[in-house]
């Protein structure tokens, strides 16, 4: 005597770990925003590190170049005196770039362009030497950034930016005039 329920008892496994795979996947994203806004530094710099590791060294072949939205950010290590390449999100803005910074104010590479004063960008192809990077208010420089990085950052509560500013204008300022 067979019941209909124990005849296709595998076929529940494959729903099973569906529901288990978004489950899952829910729970992380959830978990993950609260503690982003809640500031949790220890959750924050446990990103970073991995961030790091793994997710800017997937980045590094196309930041920088034509058709990226990664800018890469060249400083000089504070204790070590050795050269990073760091990719942002960047974006221009009159008399220079705008960045978030994502992890706050303790990130490296934030830290490292503040103790030496200058630094470099590379962005849609092109190298800029930079000066010591000045805070920007949050809601305005948000605003400035296109819909889906709003959309992004604001998701995340990101209201940290740094404004950095070209030692030569001239090629940003020709590329602005010439969109407008």
Avoid: C
């Amino acid at each position: 005597m067979h019941y209909a329920h124990q005849r296709h008892w595998w076929m529940t496994i494959p729903a099973f770990l569906l529901g288990l795979w978004i489950g899952f996947t829910l729970g992380l994203r959830l978990i993950t925003r609260m503690l982003w806004r809640r500031d949790d530094q220890l959750f924050m710099h446990q990103i970073a590190q991995f961030n790091k590791r793994w997710t800017n060294r997937a980045i590094m072949p196309v930041a920088g170049h034509r058709s990226s939205p990664y800018a890469l950010i060249e400083h000089t290590g504070r204790r070590s005196g050795q050269l990073y390449a760091t990719p942002v999100i960047t974006i221009p803005v009159a008399g220079g770039f705008l960045i978030p910074l994502v992890y706050g104010e303790t990130t490296d590479w934030y830290r490292n362009l503040q103790a030496a004063g200058s630094g470099a960008l590379q962005w849609h192809g092109n190298r800029y030497q930079i000066g010591t990077p000045e805070r920007v208010d949050g809601a305005p420089a948000l605003s400035a950034f296109p819909l889906f990085w709003r959309w992004q950052l604001g998701r995340y509560g990101i209201t940290r930016f740094i404004k950095v500013t070209p030692m030569e204008l001239s090629s940003i300022d020709r590329r602005q005039r010439q969109s407008r």
